[in-house]
């Protein structure tokens, strides 16, 4: 679903205002603030107490703080326009994909006016209390608005060759798992070796997935994930979930886990994962979250080293 907050879209959804209507509430008032710079038009969407907070390390902004920052960001950049992505509402929390593009004329951050144009794309959270909102955590990829300003040189101007990082990737040996969500009764699924355990105590792990893959927008919106990390007889699973397809679940042994999540039969080691956060990286979403169930089988695990796949349990143990 992409939704732009233009005057069109307002004046139907003015038509039909409903104060319980609250994805209407919150993408009337973001047009207003955001793409017009009334940021008064805030006073009805977020309550007095209300707190907001940005990035893993939760620097926050009462009400007050929020519009300045909203009329600060406009001064700088006068043309702002932000786009909902997508929106979805569960319960008494909204999750709102949003980008915003405009032309850097003002200052910003110290940054005299640049005159180039800026992307960025993140994603808000916001608890409802009634028609009001109580809190928001926001995440973006605050690196590709500096890099845009010339405050700092990463990516395209940086000075290591994308293909030598590339090329020093292929010496990390990693699993294969295939990243799995429920979409309203449809399994969906690709395939992802950013894999990686943060925490036992308590369980937490963390997976990559480029919001280019249509399966982002699904576990964008969803509470759990499953992860199925494929034993060695599985690449033609792998190559399965590495490609694109309707139904990559339609040849596959798969249930329901105790949370909901696709879990592949067959599979070397099995978690579901109760979503934490969505952190806005590159051309990436990190999502961490918490492990709410866990199963291994003794199969060996599929491996993938340099672009290849290999069997582990015909490598040689070394001593130690
Ligand atoms: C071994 C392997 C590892 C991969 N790892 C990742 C990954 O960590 N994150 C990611 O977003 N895509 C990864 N991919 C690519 C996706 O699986 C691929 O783009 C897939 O077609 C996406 O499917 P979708 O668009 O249906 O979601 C990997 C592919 C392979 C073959």
Excluded at 33 to 45: I, K, T
Excluded at 69 to 91: C, K, M, Q, W, Y
Excluded at 105 to 115: I, N, Q
Excluded at 118 to 135: H, K, M, P, W, Y
């Amino acid at each position: 679903m992409s939704r732009t907050l233009d005057r069109t879209d307002q004046t139907d959804q003015a038509a039909g205002a409903d104060r319980t209507d609250r994805p209407t509430l919150l993408g009337t008032a973001w047009h207003a603030a955001w793409n017009q710079g009334d940021v008064d038009a805030l006073d009805e969407l977020l309550s007095t107490s209300y707190v907001r907070r940005r990035g893993p390390a939760g620097v926050t902004q009462d009400r007050k703080e929020f519009k300045a920052s909203i009329s600060a960001v406009r001064e700088a950049f006068p043309d702002l326009h932000t786009e909902i992505e997508d929106l979805v509402e569960a319960g008494d929390q909204l999750a709102v994909r949003w980008r915003s593009t405009g032309h850097h004329t003002g200052a910003f951050l110290g940054v005299p006016p640049t005159g180039r144009p800026v992307e960025v794309s993140g994603a808000t959270f916001a608890r409802f209390e009634g028609d009001a909102i109580a809190e928001e955590s926001v995440t973006f990829d605050s690196r590709q608005l500096l890099e845009a300003l010339g405050i700092i040189t990463t990516g395209h101007t940086a000075a290591v060759d994308p293909d030598l990082v590339r090329g020093v990737h292929r010496k990390f040996i990693t699993g294969v798992t295939v990243v799995t969500t429920d979409d309203a009764g449809t399994p969906r699924g690709l395939a992802v070796n950013a894999f990686s355990s943060i925490s036992l105590d308590p369980p937490m792990v963390l997976v990559c997935v480029q919001r280019s893959s249509s399966t982002h927008p699904v576990l964008h919106r969803s509470t759990h994930l499953g992860i199925n990390i494929l034993a060695a007889d599985q690449l033609d699973v792998a190559k399965t979930f590495a490609s694109k397809g309707d139904n990559k679940f339609a040849d596959l042994q798969w249930a329901p886990g105790e949370h909901g999540s696709p879990l592949i039969e067959g599979s070397s080691a099995q978690l579901e994962v109760e979503i934490g956060e969505r952190l806005e990286a590159g051309s990436h979403t990190v999502f961490t979250g918490r492990v709410v169930s866990a199963h291994h089988a003794d199969l060996a695990p599929l491996v993938y080293s340099g672009g290849g796949f290999f069997d582990i349990s015909q490598t040689a143990p070394l001593p130690w």
